[in-house]
């Protein structure tokens, strides 16, 4: 990857080829890093997506499995929300919303619009007429907010 | 759901056929009133359907609601072609929990909530530690559009 990045960090800002930004990172030993592509402004937090993908998402992938064995049944969300791996997944907070999103676009299901609320505060789906237009809704969110990529 | 895991969340249930595969657009209440395209559940989610205002989540809400589609009548499980049945069940805090219906073969349908929908030979195949028990079963006369479900 040759496209230059930008480092934002704590206000200041360096130009860097993906490779060398990288190797900054590491020497500086920074906790908040937010690269930037300038060619279509995305962004991700660099630190925090590799301890996402190593520690969030096999815990948040199990819970899941767990979850949907005991619950994928029922047919009253309420029934589904209680659940203790649900419960869990809630607890783990903000760091596991990209996931959740990932999950909600690959395998819908309205399940999972109480969690999303809960966590982010938010209602994305209130307007929402069906459970396919809120799956779309929270979607949105999720990309608006830069929790799923496009 | 594997076979595996239906024996192991409904052990009453013996003979039973996979009749359409997961979905989770559409739950039992839904299945039961013939819809294959909404979530029916009260709520005040604009995306969760309900056909009456009341949301309360009762079992005397969901009978209202299947009273609006015609059942009216209080029956038990006999097959009778000429009538269509719906069978709600309540958990063990007498919560509203499953609803099946019955075909014009006399066989039972269910709607998994979002896994597949089954095809049952007797309502209380489903009644156990899951879904609770059959509170109340309702009829209608059977027309030639409901048989179109």
């Given amino acids: 990857m040759s496209e230059n990045l930008v480092i934002i960090n704590g206000g200041d800002s360096e130009q860097f080829t993906f490779v060398q930004m990288l190797e900054a990172t590491i020497r500086q030993g920074t906790n908040e890093i937010v690269l930037r592509n300038p060619k279509d402004n995305r962004s991700i937090k660099l630190k925090a997506k590799i301890e996402a993908e190593t520690e969030i998402k096999p815990e948040f992938e199990n819970l899941v499995k767990v979850w949907k064995k005991a619950t994928h ?3 009253f969300i309420r029934q589904k929300i209680v659940h203790p ?3 869990r997944i809630i607890g783990m907070g903000e760091k596991v ?4 999103l990932e999950e909600l676009r690959e395998r819908p299901s309205a399940s999972w619009f109480p969690a999303l609320e809960a966590i982010s505060g938010n209602d994305a789906a209130q307007t929402a007429k069906s459970v396919d237009e809120a799956v779309q809704s929270w ?3 999720g990309k608006r907010q830069s929790y799923l990529t496009v | 759901m594997t076979a595996e895991e239906i024996a ?5 249930l013996k003979n039973y056929q996979i009749t359409s595969p997961a979905d ?3 739950n039992c209440i839904a299945w039961a009133a013939g819809d294959t395209k909404n979530w029916w559940q009260p709520s005040d989610s604009p995306y969760l359907f309900w056909l009456r205002d009341d949301k309360s989540d009762s079992l005397e809400n969901c009978i209202e609601v299947f009273n609006i589609l015609g059942f009216n009548d209080e029956t038990d499980s006999a097959s009778e072609p000429e009538f269509e049945k719906i069978a709600l069940y309540i958990d063990a805090d007498g919560l509203p929990s499953h ?3 019955q075909k014009e073969n006399g066989f039972w ?3 998994l909530g979002e896994a597949e929908e089954i095809e049952h030979d007797t309502p209380d195949a489903l009644e156990g530690e899951t879904y609770g028990k059959v509170k109340i079963i309702l009829k209608r006369p059977r027309t030639k559009v409901q048989n179109l479900l």
Avoid at chain 1, 97 to 100: A, D, G, R
């Fill in chain 2, 8 to 12: 192991e969340i409904f052990p009453n």
């Fill in chain 1, 139 to 141: 979607l949105s969110w």
């Fill in chain 2, 24 to 26: 989770y657009r559409y």
């Fill in chain 1, 97 to 100: 919303l990209p996931f959740i």
């Fill in chain 1, 85 to 87: 791996a649900y419960l």
């Fill in chain 2, 99 to 101: 609803a099946a219906r």
């Fill in chain 2, 109 to 111: 349908t269910s709607k």
């Fill in chain 1, 73 to 75: 049944h029922y047919s």
